[in-house]
């Protein structure tokens, strides 16, 4: 039997980082995998939807470029080629992975794992010892009861990002994150979309009056809020909408986006405390089982593949490394990746509100930012708003709609990670012109009002 100093089952975002950081340190570590190296985020989530939307957007682009003086005839969109793009940038990313995971001496051995007691993981006819255990299973896409969801014309995430033709209609249950993107990427390639929503507003993380915006500019997707589906039909669904009507919506396809579930066939035999959410841990991901942590979407704390990053080097530090870490998730930044772009971090004003906190809070049009004007002209949308504590000035919140968005909300993180004041952020020198900019006018919009 194999002995390791550390188990990692899972190769994500999470599982793969605790490998490296661990191997790194020079232990000896195991990573097991079931199927292919980057898990859900490099193989069938963050990576490949990215690759898709970004040709979405440059084929929108060439359509929507002659006001720029650039004239383009015939633009087409070729999915077969999209879909090639998102391969080969999906297996680049799988090989380098696999490299990072030689440099830091760590094994690799594909197969399920099933833990059979706190130190011992099977995989196959093989059982390998560890001193410590790292569950980085992941979750999959929740496929909820609804008649009709086993269809063939109904697709997960997993599953629509292998089609390798257009469908002329598309109905989205559920507008989270991976709705919207999903909608943003087929409504921008000329297919008929529409979202069907439970809850009033999408995106339930979102400032509502972003939400309300990103609507608007996602025409020509239409949107049925408050509204729950009662059948799935071989084409189309039927659902109740918020006037507690009957209705029915004619579609090509289905997409199922309804939330995920976390993976936990890997702990069956293990007495772990499990709720609703995923595995339950501590603020060091520890779980009641003193040797075995849970990082990223299988403990449900936040779905997100840089936060299973960071839990893992939080693992790893507390393990292996010299001071003692915790998981801290108010300066977690996220980012919708749609047709536009929207990201935040923080709290919005309402949460703040329901908190009992005092607040300041601004919000400014984007256009009114040099970089981002040139660039978009005057009818694009695009807001930053700021979240600011009344008594302490300190940033509670930055939310940002529009192109960019999600390569500038770190500074957002570093910000209230840092627990800075309106007039700490003033004195940061932002780069001109840049759409990050546009984070320091707010701040001094908040200071205007006063």
């Known amino acids: 039997m194999s002995s390791y100093n550390l188990i990692v089952i899972g190769s994500g975002p999470g599982g793969y980082i605790a490998a490296q950081r661990a191997g790194a340190l020079g232990k000896k570590v195991l990573l097991i995998e079931r199927d292919n190296l980057g898990g859900v985020c490099t193989n069938v989530g963050c990576i490949p939807t990215k ?3 970004n040709s979405a957007k440059h084929y929108r ?15 087409t969109f070729d999915l077969t080629k999209a879909m090639a793009w998102k391969k080969d940038t999906v297996e680049t990313l799988r090989s380098g992975i696999a490299f990072l995971m030689k440099v830091a001496k760590a094994d690799v051995v594909f197969g399920e794992a099933v833990c059979l ?13 560890g001193e410590n255990i790292i569950i980085a299973t992941g979750s999959s896409p929740a496929v909820p009861p609804i008649p009709g969801s086993n269809l063939p014309n109904v697709l997960t995430s997993t599953e629509i990002l292998s089609l ?10 559920g ?5 919207v993107e999903f ?11 529409a979202v069907i929503e439970m809850m009033d507003e999408i995106l339930p993380m979102v400032d509502k009056d972003m939400a309300k915006l990103i609507r608007r500019e996602m025409k020509p997707v239409e949107f049925y809020l408050s509204s729950k ?11 109740t909408n918020e006037k507690g009507e009957s209705q029915e919506l004619k579609g090509e396809m289905v997409l199922l986006s309804v939330g995920r579930r976390p993976n936990l066939e890997a702990v069956k035999n293990l007495k772990l405390d499990i709720n609703r959410g995923g595995i339950v841990v501590d603020e060091t991901l520890r779980t009641n089982i003193p040797n075995i942590y849970a990082i990223g979407d299988v403990n449900g704390k936040s ?9 893992a080097e939080v693992v790893v530090s507390n393990l292996y490394g010299k001071g003692k870490q915790k998981m801290r998730y108010n300066a977690i930044p996220w980012a919708v990746y749609g047709m536009p772009e929207v990201a935040g971090c923080g709290l919005t004003e309402d949460e703040a509100k329901r908190q009992g906190r005092e607040v300041l809070s601004a919000t400014v049009q984007m256009r009114s930012n040099g970089r981002f004007l040139a660039e978009n002209g005057k009818r694009a949308a695009g807001l930053c708003k700021v979240v600011v504590d009344a008594k302490s000035r300190a940033i509670l919140g930055v939310h940002l709609l529009g192109p960019y968005s999600s390569e500038i909300i770190y500074g957002a993180a570093a910000i209230i990670e840092a627990e800075l004041r309106i007039e700490d952020v003033k004195e940061i020198v932002f780069p001109h012109p840049s759409v990050s900019e546009i984070i320091r006018d707010t701040l001094y919009a908040i200071e205007e009002t006063l």
Do not use: C, W
Not at 62 to 68: G, I, L
Not at 117 to 129: L, S
Not at 175 to 179: A, N, P, S, T
Not at 231 to 236: L, V
């Open 229 to 239: 589906v009662t059948e799935i039909k071989k084409d189309g669904v039927l659902f």
């Open 61 to 75: 682009y060439a359509q929507e470029s002659e006001a720029m003086g650039v004239s383009a005839e015939k633009v």
């Open 164 to 173: 390798e033709k257009l469908p002329a209609s598309l109905v989205v249950i």
């Open 175 to 179: 507008g989270g994150v991976i709705g």
């Open 51 to 53: 690759s898709l939307l």
């Open 183 to 193: 909608a943003s990427f087929f409504a921008s390639v000329g297919v008929e979309v």
């Open 303 to 311: 779905l997100l593949a840089h936060s299973a990053s960071r839990m």
């Open 117 to 129: 007691d706190a130190n011992r993981v099977q995989v196959g006819q093989e059982v390998y010892q």
